[in-house]
Structure formats: C-alpha cells, structure tokens
C-alpha cells in the first residue's frame, strides 16, 4: 500500500466524514422539527385522517430514513474509487461509491455515490479500460482510468487495493474467508458481474434464476428489492414487494439483510404465513416433513412410496385446481335453500330465479357478501311483488264496492254494510300478505348457511365428485381425499393445502387482507408447485416476479419444480427470462467437488458448479469408534479453531433428538433445531438435513454417512448434496461400517477413529 496514496485517500476521507457528521446533526435537528410537526398534526386531527397529518407522516417518514443511512455511513461511507472520463465531456472524474449516497444539499453535487445508481455499474462489470453504462437518457461511454478498493473500519482505511475488477482475487477470498454469522449479511462489496445483471434485469416481468449452492440465490434477490426501491422509489414503496421464503427459520436467517440496508416493512413471510394474514379461519399448523420423512424411511415400502409421490404431485398440480374451481362453480348447490319464494301459496320469485341471481347477477361478489346483497335483492323484489298482491286486492275490492253502490244505490243500510264487510276483508288480507311477508325473506337468507373456509374444504373433499372430464384422475383423486382428510382430521396441514384455501377464502369470504404488490420474489423456489405458483400470481394480479432455487437441491422435486421451462410455460407467459448462475462462493473446491460428485450420480446433463478458487482441507470421511465421542471432540476442536457456527446433521428428526441429548451432556451450548424454531441464533446445532436449506455453516458434521442411511438413489443424493454444501470451511462426514456409495472416497480425507 503506497504512503503517498494512503495520506491522499485518509485524508479525502476525512473531508467526507466531516461533511457527513454535519450532515448528520442537520438531519438530527429536522427529524426532531418533524416530529413535533407529526404530533401538532395528530392534535389537530383528533383521530381522524386530514391531508396535513398525512404529509407530515410521509416527510417524517423521509428524515428519519435519511439520518438512518447517514449513521451508518459514519463508519465505513464508501468502498470504491473509480476515475472515469466520459468520451463526451473529455474531462476526468472521480466518483466514490458505498451502500447509501450521500450529497451536498447545497449544490445537490454527489459526494457519495450509491451503489444502486447507474453509474455504479462500471465497478461491478468493468476492468479498467474501455466502459459504459446505461442510464434512462442513453448509454454513457468512456474510460475507466483507475479503480480503488478500500478497506475503512471506524473512519480509518485499513487496506487500499488498486483492482481492475472484482473477482476470485485476493479481495474477494478474504471476505469468503469469513466466519458465518447467525444472520445472512449484505455483499454490496462483492457483487459479480453475472450477479449484477440479474439484479438490475428489469422488473416488469418474471426472472428464474438457476443458481448452484451457494451462488448467492437469495442474497442476490435481496439486493434486486434494494435496486428496484431506489431506481423506482417513485411508484414502489417497501410494503409494495414480498418475499416469500421455506421456513420462518429461514426467514429469520436472512431478515437482518434489508434492514441493515435500510430498507424496512418489506413483507416477508412464508406461504403458510401469507395464508394466516390472509384467512379468516384460524388455520392448522403445517407439517411439510410428512411425505418427505416418509420417502426418506427405509422402512416404508416402495407401494406406499409411490403412493405418496402421486399424491404429492397431483395435489400441487393445475388439474386439482380445476376441479376445485368446478367444486366452487356448483357450490352453491350446497348451500342454496332449494326453493323458491311465495306469497301464501303463491310463487312469486323461483328457485332458478334465484339461482341465476346468485350465480349471474351476484357473481362479482364473495359468497359472504353474495348473501347480503342476495338479501338486497330478494327483499326489493319481494316488496314489489307483495306491493302488486295488495293492490291486487284493493283493485278487487274497489270494483265490488262499485257494484255493490251500483246494485244497493236505493238501500243506504244494506250498502254501507256491504262496503264494511268488504273493507274489512280487504284489510284483513293486506295484513295478512304484510304478516306473511313480512319475514320470508329473511327466513330463507337464515337458510342460506356460507360453511367456514375449514368445513367448505373438507366438505370438497369428502362429497364432491368431479364431473366425467376428470375421469382420468380418480385414482390421484381418491388418494387426495384419503390423506388430506386424515390430515385434517388429526388437525394438520401441508403447504400443499394452502393454495385451494386462499382460493376458497377468496371466493367465500375474500381476503382478510388487501395486498398492493408491485415484485414477488419466491426462495428456494424448485421446491414450489405448479398450484403455488399460479396461487401467487393470481393474488398479486401481476407478473413482476423474482424466481431463484436450484433443481440439484429440490428435494421436493416429487411435488415441486422438475424442469424450469415447462414452469415458465404452464404458469408464465414468453416474456420471463432465465439466468443461470455456476459459481458458488460459499464451500471451498474441496468440498465442492466432493458435493458436486454426489449430485452428477442422479443428475445427469445439469451444469455442475464451479468453486471460486479458495482452498482449505479436504472433507473427512470418518469411521467412527464412539460416534458421540467422536463428534464432541470434533465440535471442541473447531470452537478452539475459532469457528462460529458448527451444524451436525442427520437425516431423520428422531436419530437427531437422540445425538442432540448425547451431546447435550458433553457440550451445554448446542441447540436443536426443528420445524417449531422461528429464530436462527447460530452457535453449535442438531438438526435435520431437510431444514438445513439455503442456510451456512462454518462446518457441518454428517453424524451418519452411512450407505443404509443415505443409499444411492435420487432422492438422497439430493439430500446429502444439500448437506454437503452448507459449510464455508469445513466438512466431516461419519460411518460406522460401510460409508455411502453417494460419497466419492477418493475426494475425501480418510479417518479412522481411535
């Protein structure tokens, strides 16, 4: 690092952090000067919406993100120098680029450049040299003359880099050399070139991204939120984008990344979470293990396995969606009182008038509100109907009063009697149709019974029988019924259940919720069905989607995504581009190549990864003496190594419980881990190897590598390759008697244990 640069960059720093503390004082006394403007508002409102209390709000809102991102660029206010002379203007500029921007608010002239503006670009895509970007007036061509990289921790620069661009260099090693935390951390630092263009594609219509392990699927999809924020800050707020991730594990594993960013109330959820904002019925907990323990268990028999796939597959196609739309469709057969209604004996509105009201007329509303408005109409119809009957009556009436004062003009007391009687009758029977009227309305809408969203459900299941044209399906059908019902029965739910209850909660009550979402983005998405897919795109009535997974990791491949294309064909139209990412950051080419000989045995014709170069020891494949012994003495030797986050990993829940209380006595610190955690701590862990997806370790310990436990078929590979590529640093892999055939001996370091 030369001298001479190093006192001209410290001190350019300091101009900047100088400006920056000013700025942030400023910021400090206006966000105090908006607040108390935001509670004179509030006073002034007296509870209620006035434009002022709203503007006040929305100008708080602004003041306090601002002082937000200056605080944090108090620190570390950039990471990158770039000199670069536009061919137009023929003069050389410098522009410093970091996480937030930063300007004069004199001049509005950048003192710090975000990373998210086109400008930006030339450091993530470009070598010194020859460049351009583009912006919304055009592409800007030039010359990058020097691009800087700096190291500042706490306003001193610590390490400056002269780089043409980032790559598998030393800059990048030494950030992927780093420990996992217990969050998911930002790589604004690091963004690759093949990542850059998929954060920045355009966002109008779906992306798919096929990513290796590790190739920073999601972290990418985080970054194209931020990207989309600041470029259409205009039109899209933060509530407007969605993130919809496996597990809420998961979803606290990567929650920190946006805020950190500053950018909050992104709507992340799971889809049994969105489910549960959205319906009004308390639903039941899912339980997505079930199919795939079972798939997994030696001890359940091939019939039965295939049994469960089609299940599975059937259950999460676009066919079971059809027949329940059919169910829907003919619904209201079951909850229509089959009848009409009358006057005393009289019809005056029918049972098919009804109908076609209700299924025709009526169609735009929910069946909820279908009811109410059902009444609406019933009612004006009635009251016109009984309105004709009694005028009906008073003109029979008035026309025998004619004759009777015609006939009896000569004999007043005989015709004064006859006109009592007659009134008197007509009196009676108005009353009469006012008494029979008066509640049949309301008495057949009280017939009318909407079942909750739980019961209409199980309803479909257990009585609807699909019309002819599904006559191919009655098997896949009949097994549908057969272990949902069971499911439902025992109070359980799979997330393959949560697309025909949104769609019933839809069409029965509506939304609990109204979502304004402008971007979707779906998180390890190989494992989401044809239904989910369609489900979503259906409820946010768009086609901005974000797509990212990985078939090699699709270990519910028997429900979930097989091919990408055939996806994008049943689900989205032609405008949706592909992107494929190789090269995985996270494991070093060691455990790499041992992970990607796993997968290639059952995977034949997919892109293998590519490891960035970064070495470390070659994967242990362990004979253990003592298996507890064995992996306690292991843990102990990576907390000494100064490793932050250990994962042991085995296939099944059960033998998972078991090495966890073994440990548990050896190692008071480790934590297990299971479907009900929602919080991602770190530190050392038990847990099972279908939870371990899209998350990182240090290292992994593979407690039972043994070929009973992980035979070599499709489904296991897919599993042990998931596993396998968890750790940055380190993986062992343990056996007893005879290790798996999915585990290539000749890529890994052989232990015996003594």
Same mark, same amino acid.
């Given at each position: 690092?030369?001298?001479?640069?190093?006192?001209?960059?410290?001190?350019?720093?300091?101009?900047?952090?100088?400006?920056?503390?000013?700025?942030?004082?400023?910021?400090?006394?206006?966000?105090?000067?908006?607040?108390?403007?935001?509670?004179?508002?509030?006073?002034?409102?007296?509870?209620?919406?006035?434009?002022?209390?709203?503007?006040?709000?929305?100008?708080?809102?602004?003041?306090?993100?601002?002082?937000?991102?200056?605080?944090?660029?108090?620190?570390?206010?950039? #990471?990158?120098?770039?000199?670069?002379?536009?061919?137009?203007?023929?003069?050389?500029?410098?522009?410093?680029?970091?996480?937030?921007?930063?300007?004069?608010?004199?001049?509005?002239?950048?003192?710090?450049?975000?990373?998210?503006?086109?400008?930006?670009?030339?450091?993530?895509?470009?070598?010194?040299?020859?460049?351009?970007?583009?912006?919304?007036?055009?592409?800007?061509?030039?010359?990058?003359?020097?691009?800087?990289?700096?190291?500042?921790?706490?306003?001193?620069?610590?390490?400056?880099?002269?780089?043409?661009?980032?790559?598998?260099?030393?800059?990048?090693?030494?950030?992927?050399?780093?420990?996992?935390?217990?969050?998911?951390?930002?790589?604004?630092?690091?963004?690759?070139?093949?990542?850059?263009?998929?954060?920045?594609?355009?966002?109008?219509?779906?992306?798919?991204?096929?990513?290796?392990?590790?190739?920073?699927?999601?972290?990418?999809?985080?970054?194209?939120?931020?990207?989309?924020?600041?470029?259409?800050?205009?039109?899209?707020?933060?509530?407007?984008?969605?993130?919809?991730?496996?597990?809420?594990?998961?979803?606290?594993?990567?929650?920190?990344?946006?805020?950190?960013?500053?950018?909050?109330?992104?709507?992340?959820?799971?889809?049994?979470?969105?489910?549960?904002?959205?319906?009004?019925?308390?639903?039941?907990?899912?339980?997505?293990?079930?199919?795939?323990?079972?798939?997994?268990?030696?001890?359940?028999?091939?019939?039965?396995?295939?049994?469960?796939?089609?299940?599975?597959? #059937?259950?999460?196609?676009?066919?079971?969606?059809?027949?329940?739309?059919?169910?829907?469709?003919?619904?209201?057969?079951?909850?229509?009182?089959?009848?009409?209604?009358?006057?005393?004996?009289?019809?005056?509105?029918?049972?098919?008038?009804?109908?076609?009201?209700?299924?025709?007329?009526?169609?735009?509303?929910?069946?909820?509100?279908?009811?109410?408005?059902?009444?609406?109409?019933?009612?004006?119809?009635?009251?016109?109907?009984?309105?004709?009957?009694?005028?009906?009556?008073?003109?029979?009436?008035?026309?025998?009063?004619?004759?009777?004062?015609?006939?009896?003009?000569?004999?007043?007391?005989?015709?004064?009697?006859?006109?009592?009687?007659?009134?008197?009758?007509?009196?009676?029977?108005?009353?009469?149709?006012?008494?029979?009227?008066?509640?049949?309305?309301?008495?057949?809408?009280?017939?009318?019974?909407?079942?909750?969203?739980?019961?209409?459900?199980?309803?479909?299941?257990?009585?609807?029988?699909?019309?002819?044209?599904?006559?191919?399906?009655?098997?896949?059908?009949?097994?549908?019924?057969?272990?949902?019902?069971?499911?439902?029965?025992?109070?359980?739910?799979?997330?393959?259940?949560?697309?025909?209850?949104?769609?019933?909660?839809?069409?029965? #009550?509506?939304?609990?919720?109204?979502?304004?979402?402008?971007?979707?983005?779906?998180?390890?998405?190989?494992?989401?069905?044809?239904?989910?897919?369609?489900?979503?795109?259906?409820?946010?009535?768009?086609?901005?989607?974000?797509?990212?997974?990985?078939?090699?990791?699709?270990?519910?491949?028997?429900?979930?995504?097989?091919?990408?294309?055939?996806?994008?064909?049943?689900?989205?139209?032609?405008?949706?581009?592909?992107?494929?990412?190789?090269?995985?950051?996270?494991?070093?080419?060691?455990?790499?190549?041992?992970?990607?000989?796993?997968?290639?045995?059952?995977?034949?014709?997919?892109?293998?990864?590519?490891?960035?170069?970064?070495?470390?020891?070659?994967?242990?494949?362990?004979?253990?003496?003592?298996?507890?012994?064995?992996?306690?003495?292991?843990?102990?030797?990576?907390?000494?190594?100064?490793?932050?986050?250990?994962?042991?990993?085995?296939?099944?829940?059960?033998?998972?419980?078991?090495?966890?209380?073994?440990?548990?006595?050896?190692?008071?610190?480790?934590?297990?881990?299971?479907?009900?955690?929602?919080?991602?701590?770190?530190?050392?862990?038990?847990?099972?190897?279908?939870?371990?997806?899209?998350?990182?370790?240090?290292?992994?310990?593979?407690?039972?590598?043994?070929?009973?436990?992980?035979?070599?078929?499709?489904?296991?590979?897919?599993?042990?390759?998931?596993?396998?590529?968890?750790?940055?640093?380190?993986?062992?892999?343990?056996?007893?008697?005879?290790?798996?055939?999915?585990?290539?001996?000749?890529?890994?370091?052989?232990?015996?244990?003594?």
């Amino acid at each position: 690092m030369n001298d001479i640069v190093l006192k001209e960059e410290q001190s350019k720093l300091n101009s900047v952090l100088e400006y920056i503390r000013k700025e942030k004082i400023r910021l400090e006394e206006e966000e105090k000067k908006q607040a108390a403007e935001v509670k004179k508002q509030k006073l002034a409102a007296g509870g209620s919406f006035t434009m002022d209390l709203f503007v006040a709000e929305k100008i708080y809102a602004i003041s306090e993100r601002l002082l937000k991102n200056i605080f944090k660029s108090l620190s570390t206010p950039y #990471f990158t120098r770039i000199d670069f002379r536009n061919d137009e203007e023929k003069s050389e500029r410098k522009y410093y680029i970091g996480k937030w921007g930063v300007s004069n608010t004199k001049t509005q002239e950048p003192i710090v450049i975000d990373w998210r503006s086109p400008i930006a670009n030339l450091y993530y895509t470009h070598q010194v040299g020859s460049a351009e970007y583009s912006t919304p007036e055009g592409e800007v061509t030039g010359e990058i003359l020097l691009k800087r990289l700096f190291n500042i921790e706490e306003g001193q620069i610590k390490n400056i880099i002269e780089a043409d661009i980032i790559s598998e260099g030393d800059y990048l090693n030494d950030v992927l050399s780093d420990h996992a935390d217990a969050r998911l951390k930002d790589i604004v630092t690091t963004i690759q070139s093949e990542q850059n263009a998929v954060l920045r594609y355009n966002h109008r219509a779906p992306i798919i991204v096929q990513g290796v392990a590790g190739a920073g699927k999601t972290t990418i999809a985080l970054h194209r939120i931020m990207w989309m924020l600041y470029t259409f800050q205009k039109t899209m707020e933060p509530k407007n984008i969605m993130v919809i991730a496996p597990s809420p594990l998961f979803l606290d594993y990567i929650s920190a990344v946006l805020p950190d960013m500053g950018v909050e109330d992104v709507i992340q959820e799971t889809f049994y979470g969105l489910a549960c904002r959205l319906c009004s019925a308390k639903l039941y907990n899912v339980d997505d293990s079930y199919i795939l323990l079972n798939l997994l268990d030696k001890n359940v028999s091939d019939l039965d396995k295939t049994k469960y796939i089609n299940y599975a597959k #059937f259950k999460g196609s676009l066919v079971f969606k059809e027949i329940l739309n059919e169910y829907i469709a003919n619904l209201y057969k079951y909850i229509l009182p089959k009848e009409g209604l009358y006057i005393k004996t009289k019809q005056v509105i029918s049972y098919d008038k009804i109908i076609s009201m209700f299924i025709n007329e009526l169609s735009p509303f929910n069946f909820s509100d279908r009811k109410k408005e059902l009444k609406k109409s019933l009612s004006n119809i009635y009251n016109t109907k009984t309105k004709i009957e009694q005028n009906s009556v008073e003109s029979k009436v008035k026309k025998r009063a004619n004759l009777v004062r015609e006939v009896y003009k000569d004999d007043a007391e005989k015709r004064q009697s006859l006109m009592k009687e007659l009134y008197k009758a007509r009196d009676e029977k108005i009353a009469e149709i006012d008494e029979f009227s008066k509640n049949t309305v309301k008495n057949y809408i009280d017939k009318l019974k909407v079942p909750t969203l739980l019961d209409s459900y199980k309803h479909f299941l257990s009585e609807y029988i699909p019309s002819e044209k599904f006559i191919d399906y009655t098997d896949e059908w009949n097994i549908l019924k057969e272990i949902t019902l069971k499911n439902l029965q025992s109070k359980k739910m799979e997330t393959s259940d949560i697309p025909p209850l949104l769609i019933l909660q839809e069409k029965l #009550f509506g939304h609990k919720e109204t979502l304004d979402i402008h971007h979707t983005v779906l998180d390890e998405a190989q494992d989401f069905s044809p239904f989910m897919f369609d489900t979503l795109k259906s409820l946010t009535h768009n086609n901005s989607f974000t797509i990212v997974g990985d078939l090699a990791q699709g270990i519910y491949a028997y429900q979930g995504v097989q091919n990408w294309g055939k996806m994008k064909n049943d689900v989205f139209d032609e405008t949706s581009s592909y992107f494929e990412l190789v090269t995985s950051y996270r494991n070093t080419v060691e455990i790499m190549n041992l992970a990607e000989k796993c997968a290639i045995r059952h995977s034949q014709g997919r892109t293998p990864a590519k490891p960035v170069l970064r070495h470390g020891e070659m994967p242990k494949l362990i004979k253990a003496n003592n298996l507890i012994d064995d992996i306690a003495a292991e843990i102990q030797k990576h907390l000494d190594g100064n490793m932050k986050s250990i994962a042991v990993i085995d296939k099944m829940p059960n033998d998972c419980i078991d090495i966890y209380k073994k440990l548990k006595k050896k190692i008071p610190d480790i934590k297990y881990l299971d479907d009900k955690n929602t919080v991602y701590e770190g530190g050392i862990m038990v847990m099972p190897a279908y939870l371990c997806k899209g998350l990182e370790f240090d290292c992994v310990i593979i407690a039972n590598a043994e070929e009973s436990n992980f035979p070599d078929d499709f489904l296991h590979s897919r599993l042990l390759y998931v596993c396998m590529t968890r750790p940055i640093h380190k993986l062992s892999l343990y056996y007893t008697d005879s290790a798996s055939k999915l585990v290539d001996e000749n890529l890994c370091e052989q232990v015996n244990s003594i």
